[in-house]
C-alpha cells in the first residue's frame, strides 16, 4: 500500500487522485478526494505543534445517480500494457489516478505470477484534462491548477454569508421532527435543548449522561469517554466532541468558519451555556459574537417570526444588517404575517405557540401586548388544559381561560 509520505506527496501536487472509487459495501460514502490540513495555515497563537490530519470529501451512494458519464476519456489502458511500457504506480499518481487503483496496481506488480483475473481485467482511463477520476466522470468549474488543498483553503477563506432562502446542510434523519428553525444542524442532536415540538432530537440522549467510563479513560461532559492520555494533552485539538478535555474558552476557538480541520468541523458547542451552532464549528452566544456565516441571522423558516424578531430587536446582539435589509419598512409585520400571527420564538416550550390579533399588536420596549390565544399539542395537555377552540388545525385556548386576565402585557429579555 501506500506509505505516508507518497500520500502527502500526493496531496500536496497539483492533482485529483480521487479514493473509494469502487464499489465497498463498507463505506457509505464514495468517490473521495483526500484534504491534508495544513496547522500551520490557521494561527491560533499556540504553541506549534505537528499533527497530521487527512479529510475525505466525498459523494454520498445516494448522490451517485447525479454524477454525468462522459466520453472524455483520452485512452484505456490495461494493467499489463502499462506494466509492459515499465509505468510505475507512482507515476499512476501523478496522472490523477485514483487512489485505489493505484494501489491495485502496485498489488498486481508485486503479484505477477499469481495475479487474479480480476486485476488482469482492469484498466486506467487517461482523462482529458481537466478531467479526473473513474471513468473521467469528475471536474472543477474553475481554477484547473489549484490543487484540492488550496480549493479547499479558499473555499473556507471565502465563505459568503447565507441568504434567506438559501439551501444549507441540514440534518435530515429525524423523520418526525418540526420545528420553527429554518432546519437542524447535527450538532443540535442531544444538546439538551428540545428544537424539535415532539422532542425527538433528544430522544435516548439520556443513554449518554449514563454511560461510564473505564479506569484508564476521561468522561467528557457529554457522556464520551477517551483515553486518559489525551486528557489535557494538546489545547487546540480537544479529543471530546464537546471540547470540555482541554481548558479553553467556551467560544475556543473562534475561527472555525475559516478552519477545516477536525477540532471545528468534528466538534459540539457545550451543553447547558446557550450556545448557538453555527454549522461549521463556531459557536455563537447572544452577548459575545455572531456566527460569521449568518447562520444565527435566519435560524427561522417563518418570515412573520423573523419580522417581529426584527421589530423587537431580538437579534440585537448579532449583526443587525440582515434586519435591516428583510424588515426595512415600519410594517413589516403586516407585510409578512396574517390577521393572525403565530409567534413561537416566545415560548419556553417548543409545542406551545402564541396567536396574536395583527390589528392589535403592539411593541413597546421590552414589552408586547398579550396574546388572544395560546395553542399547544393537545395530545401532551389534554388531561389538564383541554383545547376550546382550533386555530389553523392548531388545539387553543383562550388567553383569559389560563387565568392570567389581570396582565395585559407581558416583558421580555434578550
Request: glycine share 2%.
Amino acid at each position: 500500500m501506500l506509505n505516508t509520505w507518497l500520500m502527502m506527496q500526493v496531496l500536496a501536487n497539483h492533482q485529483f487522485n480521487m479514493y473509494y472509487t469502487y464499489h465497498n459495501d463498507y463505506h457509505q460514502d464514495k468517490y473521495c478526494l483526500l484534504y491534508y490540513v495544513n496547522d500551520q495555515l490557521y494561527d491560533y497563537f499556540e504553541v506549534p505543534v505537528n499533527l497530521h490530519q487527512i479529510i475525505s470529501y466525498c459523494f454520498r451512494h445516494s448522490l451517485e445517480n447525479f454524477i454525468v458519464i462522459n466520453d472524455n476519456i483520452d485512452k484505456r489502458i490495461t494493467f499489463e500494457e502499462l506494466q509492459s511500457k515499465n509505468i510505475s504506480s507512482q507515476l499512476l499518481l501523478s496522472w490523477s489516478a485514483p487512489i485505489d487503483l493505484a494501489e491495485n496496481y502496485e498489488i498486481f506488480l508485486r503479484n505477477t505470477s499469481n495475479v487474479s483475473l480480476f486485476y488482469e481485467e482492469m484498466f486506467f482511463d487517461n482523462c482529458t484534462i481537466p478531467w479526473f477520476g473513474l471513468n473521467c466522470r469528475f471536474t472543477f468549474d474553475s481554477i484547473t491548477e489549484k490543487s484540492f488543498n488550496e480549493f479547499v483553503t479558499i473555499y473556507f477563506r471565502s465563505q459568503p454569508q447565507i441568504k434567506i432562502g438559501e439551501k444549507i446542510t441540514c440534518y435530515k434523519h429525524l423523520l418526525t421532527c418540526e420545528t420553527s428553525l429554518s432546519c437542524l444542524d447535527w450538532r443540535e442532536i442531544c444538546d439538551r435543548k428540545i428544537d424539535c415540538f415532539d422532542g425527538s432530537d433528544e430522544f435516548y440522549c439520556w443513554q449518554l449522561e449514563l454511560n461510564e467510563c473505564a479506569d484508564n479513560e476521561y468522561r467528557c461532559h457529554n457522556g464520551q469517554c477517551i483515553p486518559m492520555e489525551f486528557f489535557h494533552d494538546i489545547s487546540l485539538n480537544p479529543d471530546c466532541l464537546d471540547r470540555t478535555d482541554e481548558l479553553r474558552g467556551t467560544n475556543y476557538p473562534d475561527r472555525c468558519h475559516r478552519d477545516p480541520a477536525f477540532r471545528c468541523e468534528e466538534h459540539t458547542c457545550r451543553s447547558g451555556i446557550d450556545e448557538f451552532p453555527c454549522g461549521n464549528g463556531q459557536c455563537s452566544t447572544k452577548f459575545d459574537s455572531t456566527c460569521h456565516n449568518g447562520r444565527d441571522n435566519i435560524f427561522t423558516n417563518d418570515s412573520c417570526s423573523n419580522a417581529i424578531n426584527c421589530r423587537i430587536d431580538f437579534y440585537d446582539a448579532f449583526d443587525n444588517m440582515w434586519c435591516q435589509e428583510f424588515c426595512s419598512e415600519i410594517d413589516c409585520i403586516e407585510e409578512y404575517c396574517s390577521s393572525l400571527l403565530k409567534f413561537s420564538t416566545l415560548s419556553l416550550l417548543k409545542h406551545v405557540q402564541l396567536l396574536f390579533n395583527n390589528s392589535q399588536f403592539t411593541i413597546e420596549p421590552n414589552e408586547i401586548s398579550l396574546s388572544i390565544y395560546v395553542c399547544y399539542d393537545e395530545k401532551l395537555c389534554r388531561d389538564f388544559l383541554p383545547a376550546t377552540i382550533y386555530l389553523n388545525d392548531s388545539s387553543c385556548r383562550y388567553f383569559h381561560e389560563l387565568g392570567l386576565e389581570k396582565l395585559d402585557t407581558f416583558f421580555y429579555a434578550h
